[in-house]
């Protein structure tokens, strides 16, 4: 993963710039777009970063932190570029903080990388990182580097929230609801791992893989839920839409009845892409929704039809189902019917 062809001038390795000139290399990039009202002294300009709290607060109450690893050989798929890495890595942690409802405003990560990686490889997974953060109104305020057998980062991700959203709080009767669309990025993964079986057109390829590679954190939405006050418990869906039911239920107490016709498979633009049709290729859409990952967010809110209708009017959303109590399990509901969801999704062990 960390080596490309050599063009024909020739390539530098990062063991060749030593780990003073890496770090250099490194936080001239995140310091270029850093706001110094917040961030008065940002990465590799001191033994620690130095932040105003003040300022990054705005107001907000509950700091709110997450940790999560991005690592060459259980987390990067077939064909992601470095620039791709970088973004993941950042936008896995983004994620978590949009489950949350809160604002992020600080980043930071550490890396473990091959010595003998290209500096143009280390180059765009930084670029990617910094890119993904900005994106988000956050600052990349320091980390750490190290040699690794095997690209590994590691970011941390802080933020701030009036009123964070837990995975506790759902109630019997509440409407179990997703932001956007589910699929995307499973079928990605299905052509990656299926490149010979599977023929899409072009386009559809390209939408699906960039969903994969390049994840999109539901920020504004997840701040826009929380602070509606109608929303009871939310999670992000990365490890799959039923291992997301999953924790929610464990974590509330309750149980949720599911209508699987109401979950949004495939966002429009993939669905209406050269006429792509899901049954020509042989993937069950059910399996693209409930058991791939994507960075959607899987939210519980109290039943009230002037609420759910000022959500869903500044929202991407759709409900998908209902809070049962615990006993009842997890289930599709069709008609008279019941099915139990099997939960099953992406856990590392």
């Known amino acids: 993963m960390p080596?490309?062809?050599l063009s024909k001038e020739k390539e530098r390795f990062i063991e060749q710039l030593g780990e003073r000139g890496l770090i250099e290399t490194i936080v001239t990039k995140f310091n270029a777009n850093v706001n110094r009202q917040i961030v008065t002294v940002g990465a590799g300009e001191d033994d620690c970063?130095?932040?105003?709290v003040d300022s990054a607060r705005g107001g907000r109450k509950y700091l709110v932190v997450t940790t999560d690893t991005v690592q060459e050989s259980t987390h990067l798929p077939k064909g992601i570029s470095p620039f791709q890495i970088g973004w993941t890595a950042a936008a896995v942690n983004l994620s978590d903080i949009a489950a949350m409802g809160a604002h992020p405003f600080a980043f930071t990560v550490a890396m473990g990388i091959p010595a003998h990686t290209?500096?143009?490889?280390?180059?765009?997974?930084?670029?990617?990182?910094?890119?993904?953060?900005?994106?988000?109104?956050?600052?990349?305020?320091?980390?750490?580097v190290t040699r690794s057998k095997e690209v590994?980062?590691?970011?941390?991700?802080?933020?701030?929230?009036?009123?964070?959203?837990?995975?506790?709080?759902a109630e019997i009767g509440d409407l179990v609801c997703v932001t956007g669309s589910l699929g995307n990025?499973?079928?990605?993964?299905?052509?990656?791992?299926?490149?010979?079986?599977i023929k899409v057109p072009m386009k559809v390829e390209e939408i699906a893989k960039k969903a994969l590679f390049q994840p999109l954190p539901r920020i504004q939405e997840g701040i826009a839920l929380a602070d509606s006050g109608l929303v009871t418990s939310m999670i992000d869906i990365s490890d799959g839409l039923a291992?997301?039911?999953?924790?929610?239920?464990k974590s509330s107490g309750v149980g949720f009845e599911i209508y699987e016709d109401k979950v949004p498979v495939l966002s429009e633009e993939l669905r209406t892409a050269e006429t792509f049709d899901l049954s020509s290729i042989g993937v069950e859409r059910r399996a693209l929704a409930f058991y791939g990952g994507d960075y959607e967010l899987l939210f519980t809110i109290d039943i009230d039809a002037n609420g759910l209708k000022r959500i869903s009017e500044t929202i991407n959303m759709s409900v998908i189902g209902k809070v049962t109590p615990h006993e009842a399990g997890i289930y599709f509901k069709k008609g008279e019917e019941k099915e139990k969801i099997e939960l099953v999704g992406y856990q590392h062990f």
Request: a negative charge; proline letters at 3%; charged letters at 25%.
């Open 152 to 169: 590994i980062l590691t970011g941390t991700c802080f933020g701030f929230a009036d009123r964070p959203v837990r995975r506790a709080g």
């Open 3 to 5: 080596n490309k062809p």
């Open 243 to 249: 291992l997301s039911l999953a924790e929610l239920a």
């Open 118 to 144: 290209e500096t143009s490889f280390m180059e765009e997974v930084v670029e990617g990182i910094e890119k993904c953060a900005s994106a988000y109104h956050t600052a990349v305020v320091g980390g750490d």
């Open 49 to 52: 970063a130095v932040i105003d």
């Open 185 to 197: 990025a499973a079928l990605g993964m299905n052509l990656i791992k299926r490149d010979r079986e």
